[in-house]
């Protein structure tokens, strides 16, 4: 005889009232034979467990069901109906109600009335519910529900959970707006919620935005959580001068936890239907971004477009790593027609590399292919870029407790069209003493620098083999002194004087090529370098006394560096005499000071500000400045101000900075002093509620190389929950703003 059987008399209807008992009913196997029907086991329980082991599962695996409440009315063996606070316990789930019935045949309990259900990932709220045990499953009529992963809720005339985590709705809207400001909602026949897998599919779909319907689809996917989901990202839309009316709707492909795929077909009324993509993949030693751009048939200019670019790392074992650059882009006008912003339209060469490199504890071996696509149609192809078919590098340093060595050999092969080809040998031996106590150092050094060449087609009268060595001796020093400073000590403030000595004796090297050598300019850096070119092809002749002095401001208590300043100069003892062609060899007694200068005081605003002086025609070569006030994170001010002789001088002001509750301004403008015009400028409203986002951006630019402008103005609507960009949406003007990204954050979806 069934448990059931034990406690009540058979055959007779017998109700049981039991006021103010809390009775708990276990659906479990009762039955000891295997395959035996479920019955319905009753305990009475004098009062209350404070706090209730789980019940064990049934015998065929699936989760027991526990019931709870007041008032308990047993009118036969297979039926029961339960009053009086009712709860009822499934899984990881609670179920609340006033009045419910259990069916021991079906294994079925049925709410009536007003009912709440509540687990980790959902809410519901309900007008009646049916519990189905033995298909593991929730089902409940005209329902209101809310998501807990994220702000969002809905209702559905029907809605159906189970135990795989999915939630079928029939009739549905849904929205991720409180219930005070519902902006937009999605409207479904049919919506399928797969909490596991973080996504939802709807059927029938209708999407309003403020009363409005925007969207019908037969079929849609969104989120809803915040992993990485296939689906329709913010569509972009703009007007420009070059391309016209210019819609962009880009879909996200997630293909897997380590790649994906993003594909934007972009319809331009001038122009035509691009199809734009971005694949980014994730290995377990390798990682890298495909990007391309295609354009069938452009109609200015009734031709394919197209552009392409890789990045591309792979690290093998613990000390091999590979890299790769590819680009290519149609033609030298692509940037200038399809570009949206000056720092893509100005650009003039795409760079394409293959690196592979060995790297040990002391020293490392490289090797590189590269070469250049110059898109700038106005540089002669004389003076375009070598390319390297290949470039060997190994660098070497040892140190012990009182000797140093260095060593650095480069073996390149340059070829080009037009001008001198061939191999280039160049490398440095250097032998130092190292002598350092605390607070000091003196370093000097002997190192012998040997250079060759192997040309394949030298200029008349110039030799196809060519030879250079030179020995070079320098003494680096250094002192460092710190003191307290301020009123309480809280300030460390160090001096650190610096002096660099450096002999290089003259050699003529007029007949030497020059492959890749240039004058860099001069700063802190380049005034404590041992050569005045970068390259081998020229290394002049020189003794030389650099010299410069540092001050910094460290917060004792964090450890914060609130303030660097230096100031330096180099010193020539002989007139220097080597060149690159067409230079004036330098004949001045010293260098033009260098002075830089970094003030933190606050968390609140950041000053750099970089100078070089001439004192003997006390006119300024170099001058920048950039100042920020960050009072919190969604706010920014700054201007800049750069300064080159003879090659540009420009000023840009920037802000991003809240407009009440709601909106937000994002301007830009940078002038070009000695052009007298604007560069770029741009400004754009952003504002955003509760569950969406709109910006609306208008922007001028110089568009090509020449000086002409180029005119848009795009807008974005991005409603939360339910459509996001894969990347920042905030990339168009974080082109223009310095440190704009570091305020609007970042997003890999």
């Given amino acids: 005889m069934s448990a059931i059987r034990r406690l009540i008399a058979p055959r007779e209807a017998i109700t049981a009232r039991l006021d103010r008992l809390l009775v708990v009913f276990l659906v479990s196997l009762c039955a000891a034979r295997p395959g035996a029907a479920q019955d319905l086991c009753l305990t009475p329980l004098a009062e209350p467990p404070a706090s209730p082991l789980p019940p064990a599962p049934n015998s065929n695996g699936r989760a027991p069901l526990v019931i709870t409440a007041g008032r308990i009315d047993n009118a036969g063996g297979d039926t029961a109906d339960f009053s009086e606070q009712v709860e009822i316990r499934y899984r990881d789930g609670s179920l609340a109600a006033e009045r419910a019935r259990y069916d021991r045949g079906s294994e079925t309990v049925q709410v009536v009335g007003r009912t709440t259900y509540r687990d980790s990932d959902v809410s519901v709220f309900a007008e009646g519910a049916e519990l189905r045990a033995d298909a593991e499953q929730i089902f409940f009529d005209r329902a209101g529900f809310e998501l807990l992963a994220r702000p969002a809720r809905g209702s559905a005339d029907d809605?159906?959970?189970?135990?795989?985590?999915?939630?079928?709705?029939?009739?549905?809207?849904?929205?991720?707006?409180?219930?005070?400001?519902?902006?937009?909602?999605?409207?479904?026949?049919?919506?399928?919620?797969?909490?596991?897998?973080?996504?939802?599919?709807?059927?029938?779909?209708?999407?309003?935005?403020?009363?409005?319907?925007?969207?019908?689809?037969?079929?849609?996917?969104?989120?809803?959580?915040?992993?990485?989901?296939?689906?329709?990202?913010?569509?972009?839309?703009?007007?420009?001068?070059?391309?016209?009316?210019?819609?962009?709707?880009?879909?996200?492909?997630?293909?897997?936890?380590?790649?994906?795929?993003?594909?934007?077909?972009?319809?331009?009324?001038?122009?035509?239907?691009?199809?734009?993509g971005d694949l980014r993949y994730l290995m377990p030693r390798s990682a890298g971004q495909l990007g391309f751009e295609f354009l069938p048939d452009d109609r200015q200019h009734e031709r394919v477009r197209r552009y392409v670019n890789l990045e591309h790392e792979t690290i093998v074992g613990r000390n091999w790593q590979l890299l790769a650059g590819i680009a290519e882009v149609s033609d030298d006008g692509y940037f200038e027609d399809l570009g949206d912003s000056l720092s893509i339209t100005s650009q003039t060469h795409l760079n394409r590399y293959f690196d592979l490199g060995f790297y040990a504890d002391n020293w490392s071996l490289r090797s590189r292919f590269q070469n250049y696509q110059t898109i700038d149609a106005l540089i002669q192809a004389a003076d375009r870029p070598y390319e390297r078919v290949p470039q060997l590098v190994f660098d070497g340093r040892w140190a012990g407790r009182l000797?140093?060595?260095?060593?650095?050999?480069?073996?390149?092969?340059?070829?080009?069209?037009?001008?001198?080809?061939?191999?280039?040998?160049?490398?440095?031996?250097?032998?130092?003493?190292?002598?350092?106590?605390?607070?000091?150092?003196?370093?000097?050094?002997?190192?012998?620098?040997?250079?060759?060449?192997?040309?394949?087609n030298p200029a008349p009268g110039q030799s196809a083999n060519m030879t250079r060595g030179l020995p070079i001796t320098s003494i680096d020093s250094g002192l460092s002194f710190e003191r307290p400073a301020g009123e309480d000590g809280r300030w460390i403030q160090t001096l650190e004087p610096r002096a660099l000595y450096v002999h290089v004796p003259y050699e003529n090297q007029a007949q030497l090529p020059v492959f890749d050598t240039i004058v860099p300019d001069f700063n802190l850096i380049q005034l404590f370098r041992k050569y005045q070119f970068t390259g081998p092809d020229r290394i002049t002749n020189t003794e030389q006394l650099s010299f410069g002095i540092s001050t910094r401001l460290i917060d004792g208590a964090t450890g914060e560096e609130r303030l660097r300043a230096t100031l330096g100069q180099t010193?020539?003892?002989?007139?220097?005499?080597?060149?690159?062609?067409?230079?004036?060899?330098?004949?001045?007694?010293?260098?033009?000071?260098?002075?830089?200068?970094?003030?933190?005081?606050?968390?609140?605003?950041?000053?750099?500000?970089?100078?070089?002086?001439?004192?003997?025609?006390?006119?300024?070569?170099?001058?920048?400045?950039?100042?920020?006030?960050?009072?919190?994170?969604?706010?920014?001010?700054?201007?800049?101000?750069?300064?080159?002789?003879?090659?540009?001088?420009?000023?840009?002001?920037?802000?991003?900075?809240?407009?009440?509750?709601?909106?937000?301004?994002?301007?830009?403008?940078?002038?070009?002093?000695?052009?007298?015009?604007?560069?770029?400028?741009?400004?754009?409203?952003e504002y955003e509620a509760c569950c969406w986002r709109v910006r609306l951006v208008g922007r001028r630019y110089l568009s090509t190389r020449t000086g002409e402008t180029d005119s848009a103005i795009s807008i974005q609507l991005e409603l939360k929950g339910l459509s996001e960009r894969a990347g920042a949406p905030e990339d168009l003007l974080d082109r223009g703003i310095l440190g704009y990204r570091n305020i609007a954050g970042s997003t890999f979806q």
């Fill in 571 to 685: 010193r020539y003892l002989k007139a220097q005499k080597v060149t690159l062609p067409h230079d004036r060899p330098n004949d001045a007694n010293a260098s033009d000071y260098v002075a830089e200068m970094g003030l933190r005081l606050s968390d609140t605003w950041n000053l750099d500000v970089g100078y070089q002086w001439n004192s003997e025609t006390n006119a300024a070569a170099r001058a920048e400045t950039r100042f920020e006030y960050r009072p919190r994170e969604d706010r920014l001010f700054g201007f800049g101000y750069r300064y080159r002789r003879g090659l540009l001088e420009q000023g840009d002001v920037s802000a991003v900075w809240p407009l009440g509750q709601r909106w937000r301004l994002i301007g830009h403008y940078s002038y070009s002093l000695l052009d007298e015009e604007p560069l770029e400028q741009f400004v754009g409203w």
């Fill in 403 to 456: 000797v140093g060595f260095e060593s650095l050999t480069e073996l390149v092969n340059f070829d080009r069209d037009i001008g001198a080809t061939g191999w280039r040998l160049d490398s440095t031996q250097e032998l130092s003493l190292l002598l350092a106590r605390a607070g000091m150092y003196l370093t000097p050094a002997v190192a012998f620098r040997q250079t060759n060449y192997w040309l394949d």
């Fill in 159 to 276: 809605l159906l959970l189970s135990a795989d985590n999915t939630v079928e709705l029939s009739a549905v809207i849904f929205t991720t707006c409180p219930t005070d400001q519902v902006s937009w909602e999605l409207l479904a026949r049919e919506i399928l919620l797969d909490v596991d897998r973080g996504f939802g599919t709807a059927r029938g779909v209708k999407l309003e935005f403020r009363g409005v319907p925007i969207l019908y689809a037969p079929y849609f996917t969104f989120p809803i959580d915040d992993r990485r989901k296939s689906g329709f990202l913010t569509p972009r839309f703009a007007e420009r001068d070059r391309t016209g009316l210019d819609i962009g709707m880009p879909y996200y492909l997630n293909l897997a936890p380590n790649y994906d795929l993003t594909l934007e077909p972009r319809y331009m009324s001038e122009r035509g239907l691009q199809l734009n």
